[in-house]
């Protein structure tokens, strides 16, 4: 499995607006780490690519 975070927080939402979790307030957050350095995750139900300064 290559999940490594579960977001927990509120503030890490996913950005994209058509994503499921913009709207479902019981989806949990998921992300996936893509780029340590640049703090780049992708997010699972929409492969949206954000950017989290807080991990
Ligand atoms: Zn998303």
Redesign the pocket.
């Known amino acids: 499995m290559n999940k490594v975070d579960n977001i927990k927080s509120s503030e890490n939402k996913?950005k994209?607006q058509r994503?499921i979790?913009q709207t479902e307030k019981y989806v949990p957050q998921s992300f996936k780490l893509l780029d340590e350095k640049n703090k780049l995750y992708i997010?699972e139900?929409?492969d949206?690519e954000n950017t989290f300064e807080k991990f």
């Open positions: 996913c994209n994503c979790t997010c139900y929409c949206g």
